[in-house]
């Protein structure tokens, strides 16, 4: 992982002049914390785990919006960008891991908006990473995001091309992200 981190302090460093508003990437840059709050309840349903008797399709009924709003607080808002160009905000979430050792595993993704309301038109999580103490995915999870929001291609970081570095568990060969149901689902062979 020592690789990673010096290449993420290389890259960042070498591209410092090419940056424009890449370099106001913290929450604190865009939002105020009751709006970070508000941000984590808004995609909380579809990065977090769904309460028990529901489903993808009633995760949305008000009877678990109680259950939402503490889930959303035990995630951490790490990294948030609004591309003026495009109208996507983009984000870096992370939260505990089940682990004998405190992990924590980050969720980097991107959201548009219907311009004349706050309703979300549009969900993608971009990855989601393997489970890593917590200065890991900090470290790892800053590189992840300021490469996504640069429009790079991140499936080097992939299981499969990563060699013996475990940094991006979804999406993989067998795993994708389906845009339209919101969902990480198998690819069938």
Known sequence: ?????SMFI???CNNSSNTGNFDKILPDDHLTAEA???F???VIRYIGKLPGKANHESKFDTIYNEYYVNLA??????????DTATGYQYFLIT???PSLEEKFVA???????????????????????WKMPDEEINKTGSMLFSEMIRGKNLSRYYTENSGEEFIIEFPDKDVIYDTALRVWKKIKV
């Open 36 to 38: 970070q709050a508000k």
């Open 73 to 82: 607080a035990d995630h951490n808002l790490k990294h948030y960008y609004k």
């Open 10 to 12: 290389v890259y960042s």
């Open 40 to 42: 984590k309840e808004d």
């Open 1 to 5: 992982m020592l690789w990673l981190c």
């Open 107 to 129: 969720i980097g993704g991107r959201l548009k908006r219907e311009n004349a309301s706050d309703k979300i038109i549009f969900f993608e999580e971009v990855f989601r990473t």
């Open 95 to 97: 939260r505990i891991a």
